[in-house]
Nanobody
């Protein structure tokens, strides 16, 4: 059973920073892609950022230049550093992974991020 455990959400003022972390129970090199999605109240879940097995990163236009996704092979984690946060970044953030064969994908339980003064 693959497990994903997220941490790092919370309440932050506009312009502030947060770092999310997702620990997975498998080697990150057994994965095709690792990423983050978010869901704001009343909206559909949307893709935020991802990193491929080869290390290629991609970002949604709304977060480009403010968010940085990274991996830690020693800890089997994928992290999301979020800077210059805006109120529209508020939502539940979900970690997502997909296996190399692209036959299975897994989601974390979600962590709340609230950007408010």
């Amino acid at each position: 059973q693959v497990q994903l455990v997220e941490s790092g959400g919370g309440l932050v003022q506009p312009g502030g920073s947060l770092r999310l972390s997702c620990a997975v129970s498998v080697s990150i090199f057994s994965l095709d892609v690792m990423g983050w999605y978010r869901q704001a109240p009343g909206k559909e879940r949307e893709w935020v950022a991802s990193v491929t097995r080869s290390g290629i990163t991609n970002y949604a236009d709304s977060v480009k230049g403010r968010f940085t996704i990274s991996r830690d092979a020693a800890k089997n984690t994928v992290n999301l550093q979020m800077n210059s946060l805006k109120s529209e970044d508020t939502g539940v953030y979900y970690c997502h992974i997909r296996n190399l064969a692209r036959t299975n994908e897994y989601w974390g339980q979600g962590t709340q991020v609230t950007v408010s003064s």
